[in-house]
């Protein structure tokens, strides 16, 4: 099955630095990769996704990179804000398949 | 903006207890997950249920759980007898069917999970 490791698990920026998270992927049919928030005390909410047929997609102050051939990608957040604090997850899926989540990266934004 | 709701918040039961949890998908949503979430540890896949049938599980998944949609709106995780080890924040989702270039993409919406603690 699909195994997705992400890192690292901890990331401290100050306001305005950007912050990036990377994630690998094994299965090479794999073809969807979200990237979720986690706030405390609260459920993943997907925050951008990027297919296959795509290798970089952005909205607003994130983007996210997909390398297929090396099989990974990356998230990307720029000017970040103490609001973007939260545990972010990245997760690969096959077509029609269940999502495999990485372990996470908690990220802490210093005012 | 569509929610999935869960509930309980938070349930506290003794080893060997039935516990239920449930869920209520966003309304024109046909497939709908569980995963859990061990404190600190990643998200993991349990089932997916789609045409009122389990369509994947895991092997986390064993005999003591089991998922039902009971009317057309909610959607149980059943532990028969809890274990220690099934305290986690258990995450009920679902998804719609997408079409075109998008189609077989798993876009999920997470409720804000139901977190139990085996005792």
């Known amino acids: 099955g699909e195994n997705v490791e992400q890192h690292p698990s901890t990331l401290s920026v100050q306001e305005g630095d950007s912050a990036v998270i990377k994630c690998t992927y094994s299965d090479s049919a794999s073809n969807y990769f979200p990237w979720y928030k986690q706030e405390l005390g609260k459920g993943p909410q997907l925050i951008i996704d990027i297919r296959s047929n795509v290798g970089e997609k952005k909205d607003q102050r994130i983007a996210v990179t997909l390398n297929k051939t090396a099989k990974h990608f990356s998230l990307h957040i720029t000017e970040t804000q103490p609001e973007d604090s939260a545990v972010y997850f990245c997760?690969?899926?096959?077509?029609?398949?269940?999502?495999?989540f990485g372990k996470g990266t908690m990220l802490l934004v210093s005012p | 903006e569509p929610e999935v709701t869960q509930t309980p918040s938070h349930q506290v039961t003794q080893m060997g207890q039935e516990v239920i949890l449930r869920c209520v998908p966003i309304s024109n949503h046909l497939y709908f997950y569980w995963y859990r979430q061990i404190l600190g540890q990643k998200v993991e896949f349990l089932v997916s249920?789609?045409?009122?049938?389990?369509?994947?599980k895991s092997e986390i998944f064993d005999d003591q759980f089991s998922v039902e949609r009971p009317d057309g709106s909610n959607f149980t995780l059943k532990i028969r007898s809890t274990k220690l080890e099934d305290s986690a924040m258990y995450f009920c989702a679902s998804s719609e069917p997408l079409t075109g270039t998008n189609s077989g993409a798993n876009v999920l919406t997470f409720g804000a999970g139901s977190r139990l603690t085996v005792l």
């Open positions: 249920f789609y045409n009122n049938e389990i369509s994947e």
């Open positions: 997760a690969a899926s096959r077509r029609y398949s269940t999502l495999t």
